[in-house]
T-cell receptor, first 115, second 116 residues
Framework: AQSVAQPEDQVNVAEGNPLTVKCTYS??????LFWYVQYPNRGLQFLLK??????LVKGSYGFEAEFNKSQTSFHLKKPSALVSDSALYFC?????????????FGTGTSLTVIP | DTGVSQDPRHKITKRGQNVTFRCDPI?????LYWYRQTLGQGPEFLTY????????KSRLLSDRFSAERPKGSFSTLEIQRTEQGDSAMYLC??????????????FGPGTRLTVT
């Protein structure tokens, strides 16, 4: 069965410090991996995705994520956090070997950047 | 704005009533997804359409739920005989996907349903 785990419900980081939001996944085949951000009263916004190729992918707003197949992880990172990065972050996975087309989302991590 | 839109944004209904939500995807997108999100959880897949064909439904989707996408454009999600457990945010997303996909989904703002 496909699943995504975001082990931290809440992450706090000081403005200007690097941030990491963790995500691990479980799929039977090779994964497609995504990160989305949700601001209050707004829909989910796409940040970045890993399909194939370079394990380090860069996305919107200075975010990047590293795909680690051996650790089945896809952690979201940013070198220098901004207060405006405070939001709810969701990791999602889709199994490319699965004939279905479902995306499985994690439970979300609330990021607070402290001024 | 050419993003995904949903209507209504909020719906309060009494238990046992039927409700219908509408989603207008990005115009060139061939795939449309419906999700349900409750507090503290990520979006939970309900169903998706490829053009007008409903290709997959979650096993969690009760018989009280039905979705349509009659002309491969907008979609409706109907919940019959609503229950308090149906209270949630209902999200619509669309994407353009070829065999070389997948492409990212673009989400609407959601419809918040409250069943009293």
């Amino acid at each position: 069965a496909q699943s995504v785990a975001q082990p931290e419900d809440q992450v706090n980081v000081a403005e200007g410090n690097p941030l990491t939001v963790k995500c691990t996944y479980s799929v039977s085949g090779n994964p497609y991996l995504f990160w989305y951000v949700q601001y209050p009263n707004r829909g989910l916004q796409f940040l970045l995705k890993y399909i194939t190729g370079d394990n380090l992918v860069k996305g919107s707003y200075g975010f990047e994520a590293e795909f680690n197949k051996s650790q089945t992880s896809f952690h979201l990172k940013k070198p220098s956090a901004l207060v405006s990065d405070s939001a709810l972050y969701f990791c999602a996975v889709r199994d490319i070997s699965n004939t279905g087309n479902q995306f499985y989302f994690g439970t979300g991590t609330s990021l607070t950047v402290i001024p | 704005d050419t993003g995904v839109s949903q209507d209504p944004r909020h719906k309060i209904t009494k238990r046992g009533q039927n409700v219908t939500f509408r989603c207008d995807p990005i115009s060139e997108h061939n795939r449309l997804y419906w999700y349900r999100q409750t507090l503290g959880q990520g979006p939970e897949f309900l169903t998706y359409f490829q053009n007008e064909a409903q290709l997959e439904k979650s096993r969690l989707l009760s018989d009280r739920f039905s979705a349509e996408r009659p002309k491969g454009s907008f979609s409706t999600l109907e919940i019959q005989r609503t229950e308090q457990g149906d209270s949630a945010m209902y999200l619509c997303a669309s994407s353009f996907e070829l065999t070389s996909g997948p492409y990212e989904q673009y989400f609407g703002p959601g419809t918040r349903l409250t069943v009293t």
